[in-house]
């Protein structure tokens, strides 16, 4: 298992990554409500705020798992999150996902977020590989991903119904030697 316990404060040019605040959540609410994260997500539109209030509440306790705010230091307000779960002990792997809601897109602080959380994983813990997927309908994503060192593993075909439409979930993985690979071409 991975403990991680300890919430990072981790500083990048456009970005913080920082534990949760009470003063997120409007914010929070906010990339929830967003379509075009309930599409791009595959979520349902609509949610429980209270159960919602106490789920980000209770981040900051989790130590086997890691949520934080992706903080627009500009405008000083949340603009998404980053999320590391689902540890599989057998792999040495754990699942990387990462929302952006409508104040922080096409800036590229979704990059930096994920490339900093990258890095952060792979110098402060002992996992072998992060794992993600990512619906093809979302090409920038898909992007983002590739440009970090990403690849793809596998294709789950036919995975969401969306509007009448049988969309595929990408499966991608990022060893430990492939970003240190990336790291030395940098």
């Given at each position: 298992?991975?403990?991680l316990?300890?919430?990072?404060l981790i500083?990048?040019?456009?970005i913080?990554?920082r534990?949760?605040?009470?003063e997120?959540?409007?914010?929070?609410e906010e990339?929830?409500n967003?379509?075009?994260?309930?599409r791009?997500?595959?979520?349902?539109?609509?949610?429980?705020?209270?159960?919602?209030y106490d789920?980000y509440?209770t981040?900051?306790?989790?130590?086997?798992?890691?949520d934080?705010a992706?903080?627009?230091?500009?405008q000083?307000?949340?603009v998404?999150?980053?999320?590391?779960?689902l540890y599989d002990?057998?792999?040495?792997?754990?699942?990387f996902?990462?929302?952006i809601?409508p104040?922080?897109?096409?800036?590229?602080?979704?990059t930096?977020?994920t490339?900093?959380?990258?890095?952060?994983?792979?110098n402060?813990?002992?996992?072998?590989?992060?794992?993600?997927?990512?619906?093809d309908?979302?090409p920038r994503?898909?992007?983002?991903y590739?440009k970090?060192?990403?690849v793809v593993?596998?294709?789950?075909?036919?995975e969401?119904e969306?509007e009448?439409?049988?969309?595929?979930?990408?499966?991608?993985?990022?060893?430990?030697?492939d970003?240190?690979k990336?790291?030395?071409l940098q």
């Amino acid at each position: 298992m991975v403990y991680l316990g300890q919430k990072p404060l981790i500083v990048g040019e456009k970005i913080i990554l920082r534990p949760f605040k009470s003063e997120d959540f409007p914010y929070i609410e906010e990339c929830l409500n967003d379509s075009e994260v309930v599409r791009l997500t595959g979520s349902t539109p609509g949610f429980d705020r209270d159960a919602v209030y106490d789920w980000y509440n209770t981040r900051n306790d989790q130590t086997d798992r890691l949520d934080l705010a992706v903080v627009d230091p500009s405008q000083d307000i949340l603009v998404g999150e980053v999320v590391l779960n689902l540890y599989d002990e057998k792999r040495n792997s754990m699942n990387f996902r990462i929302l952006i809601g409508p104040r922080g897109r096409n800036r590229g602080l979704g990059t930096e977020a994920t490339q900093l959380i990258i890095d952060y994983v792979f110098n402060n813990t002992a996992l072998h590989q992060l794992t993600l997927s990512v619906y093809d309908f979302n090409p920038r994503a898909k992007n983002v991903y590739k440009k970090v060192g990403f690849v793809v593993e596998s294709i789950d075909e036919n995975e969401l119904e969306f509007e009448g439409e049988w969309i595929d979930s990408i499966n991608m993985k990022l060893t430990r030697e492939d970003w240190q690979k990336n790291e030395t071409l940098q």
